[in-house]
Every structure is written in structure tokens, then in C-alpha cells.
């Protein structure tokens, strides 16, 4: 476990740099035909249901937005079974991450986090001048236990992203049941749950049971961004009690939600075919590649996502390179402190494909036996 002492100011943050658009690549290199498999978007696109809406409300976009975002919040309470009043919405997730760092953080606050996790996390932390604390992953997967050792006095927030990113991997029930026992009341637990509707495992926990039991140092986060397809409009939301939401309330934008957001939101929590046509496709997408992976010799973590973590080795940003200029778009992972690996977005059958293709050229060309 390593604790990381905080700088001052902008100093201490380390920028969290996404993975780059096809336009950029297209401008830099000359290229035409330029896949995506960085940013873990939805290869099948975006939800019918929510373009339709987004279609309808588009002339309306004179007027600002519902700045209580309350049709959308009733829409995301009555789909999760909650009360209205434990839901609330952000410019995605990571805006709700920075909500809860502001509301919740100080200079004599810390906060735990695993390593090789989403650095956001980190980003609004430094921000707020707190302590980070960071534990080491067990099995390419969150270590609760030494999470909850690390908890003391000062410990305001932890958070468990699960699935994690960008390894892949879930904690189970039982492990966050044992977690939670020993969190005590003063420490608020914020379960990044942002690929939620793609894990297919048993063992993954009921977050929701701990609101619906009344637990007030639970808060769940989600996303529409990933399974259905709207990651361009920045669309997230949060559930706790609503005595934990409130100080996020008050530090909130005033039109963080736009209009075209709230509908689309709205109209994605319909659209069920959707869903399961995207959790379909990438299931099977995962399983090919993993087979593809295993033809080539690559060590890779099984995954409950829409991406795989996988191992390449120190030529792993060559690697990264070679296949930007090839027009195929991975996510290099040393900002995740993973430096000898890619994550790689499940794309649709052609893109997975391409991908195998140049990647194995690439390793090819590069020399490396597992290529053969």
C-alpha cells in the first residue's frame, strides 16, 4: 500500500488523457478508414429509442434545461425502484465524481482508491487538496481487505469501481458484504458501477440493496454511456439516501444535465431490445478475441466488460503506435501505471477482426515470437 502525498494546486494533478478521436488520428496520419477501440463506446452505436427522442427535442433547444432534471430523475427511480429523491444526475459520471470530491473533501480529508483504477478518481482528490491513499490490485482485481485497513479517522470517501477499469475484473457479493462490515459511518462508499449492465456474473452484489436498506454511506454510480450508446451527450447518474446526495445538490452546475441528455436518457431506459442486443454482441465479441488472443500467445484478464486488458510487454506503446498508424485506435495504459499492457474496447465483428489482423502484423514486424 502507498500512500501518495498531495501538491498544491494544479501541480498535483496528472492530466487524465482520453483515448484519441478519429478525426484526430485522421488529420495526423493521412488516413481514411480509422476504427475506434479506446474508449470503450458501443460499437452497434446509439440507442433507437433515445435518437428518436433526441430528434424531437431539438427544436427546443432555445430553452434551458429542467435544471432538476426531474422527468429524467423519475425515470431512473422507477427503472431502479427507488425514491425519487435518492437519484441524482450528472454530465456523466465523472462529473458526478468531481460533485462528490467537491462536497465531500477537504485538506485534512483522504481517500482510498486502488491502483490501476479510473484516475479520475485521483484527478479531484488532488483537487480538493486531500490525501490519496492507493492500494495494490490482488489478481488484477480490487484487494477490499487492505482497502478497509487502510480506512482511518480522516478517510472521507472510498472508491471500489467495479467492474474495474481498466482491468476488467468484479468484486464479488460476498467481498463487498465482508467490505462493508468494516466500513465504519463516517466513510462514504462509492461503487463506480459504469459497466454494470454487461456483467453477467452471479457473484456480482445488489449495490442497491444497501440504499433500499437504508445504509447512508452508500452511493452507487452509472453511466449511459457505454451499453447504450450515448457517450457523446455525457449522460451519468448517482443513488444513495438523499441526505447523501444533498450536499452534491449544492455544489452542482446549474444546467449540468443538458436538454438533449434528459431526453435521450428517458427514452434509452425504454429501449430493452437495445440492451440486450448490445450485451449479446459483446459477449460474443469478448469470446472471440479471447480465443484470437490465445492464437497469438497474448496473456490477457478475463473480463465482465465491453474491453480486455491485455498483456504485450515492454513494446507495448510501440505496439500502441503501430497500430494508431495502421488506422486502429487502442488505449496505451501507463496512466494506469499498467505500462506493458493495452486495453482494447470489444468492437463489432469487423473492427474485432481488423484488429487481430494488425495486431498481429504488427507484433510480426516487431519481431515477437507470439506472433507466429
Do not use: W
Not at 36 to 51: C, I, Q, V, Y
Not at 90 to 113: K, W
Request: proline share 5%; hydrophobic share 40%; glycine share 8%.
Amino acid at each position: 500500500m502507498a500512500h501518495v502525498k498531495p501538491q498544491r494546486g494544479l501541480d498535483g494533478i496528472k492530466p487524465y488523457v482520453p483515448g484519441k478521436p478519429i478525426e484526430e488520428v485522421r488529420r495526423e496520419y493521412g488516413l481514411e478508414d480509422v476504427i475506434k477501440l479506446a474508449s470503450n463506446e458501443n460499437p452497434l452505436g446509439t440507442s433507437p429509442k433515445a435518437l428518436v427522442a433526441l430528434e424531437k427535442v431539438l427544436p427546443r433547444l432555445n430553452f434551458y434545461p429542467d435544471g432538476q432534471s426531474h422527468y429524467l430523475r423519475h425515470a431512473i427511480a422507477g427503472y431502479l425502484m427507488v425514491e425519487l429523491e435518492q437519484v441524482a444526475v450528472g454530465n456523466g459520471a465523472d462529473g458526478l465524481i468531481m460533485q462528490t470530491c467537491l462536497a465531500y473533501l477537504d485538506e485534512d480529508s483522504e481517500v482510498i482508491v486502488s491502483r490501476s483504477s479510473f484516475p479520475v478518481y485521483d484527478i479531484y482528490t488532488h483537487v480538493m487538496r486531500a490525501t490519496l491513499v492507493k492500494t495494490d490490485l490482488k489478481n488484477h482485481g480490487l484487494d477490499l481487505e487492505t482497502m478497509a485497513q487502510a480506512i482511518n479517522d480522516r478517510t472521507k470517501l472510498v472508491f471500489v469501481c467495479n467492474p474495474n477499469n481498466p482491468t476488467g475484473t468484479i468484486v464479488t457479493a460476498a467481498e463487498v458484504g465482508d467490505f462493508m462490515e468494516k466500513v465504519p459511518d463516517h466513510v462514504l462508499v462509492v461503487f463506480d458501477e459504469a459497466y454494470y449492465e454487461l456483467v453477467a456474473s452471479d457473484e456480482y452484489p445488489d449495490t442497491l440493496e444497501y440504499i433500499r436498506a437504508g445504509r447512508d454511506n452508500v452511493m452507487i454510480m452509472r453511466t449511459f454511456s457505454k451499453v447504450y450508446g450515448l457517450a457523446g451527450i455525457r449522460l451519468g447518474y448517482a443513488v444513495a439516501d438523499s441526505d447523501v446526495l444533498a450536499p452534491l445538490n449544492r455544489v452542482k452546475e446549474p444546467f449540468a444535465v443538458n436538454r438533449l441528455a434528459q431526453a435521450a436518457g428517458i427514452a434509452a431506459l425504454e429501449d430493452e431490445a437495445f440492451l440486450e442486443k448490445s450485451v449479446a454482441a459483446n459477449h460474443a465479441g469478448r469470446l472471440f478475441l479471447y480465443g484470437e488472443f490465445d492464437r497469438l500467445g497474448l496473456q490477457y484478464v478475463e473480463s465482465h466488460t465491453n474491453f480486455i486488458l491485455v498483456e504485450i510487454g515492454p513494446q507495448a506503446a510501440t505496439v500502441q503506435q503501430r497500430l494508431l498508424e495502421k488506422g486502429v485506435i487502442v488505449r496505451p495504459c501507463d496512466g494506469y501505471d499498467l505500462p506493458n499492457c493495452l486495453r482494447i474496447t470489444v468492437g463489432s465483428q469487423a473492427q474485432n477482426t481488423r484488429l487481430v489482423e494488425a495486431l498481429g502484423g504488427v507484433l510480426q514486424a516487431l519481431g515477437d515470437p507470439r506472433s507466429v
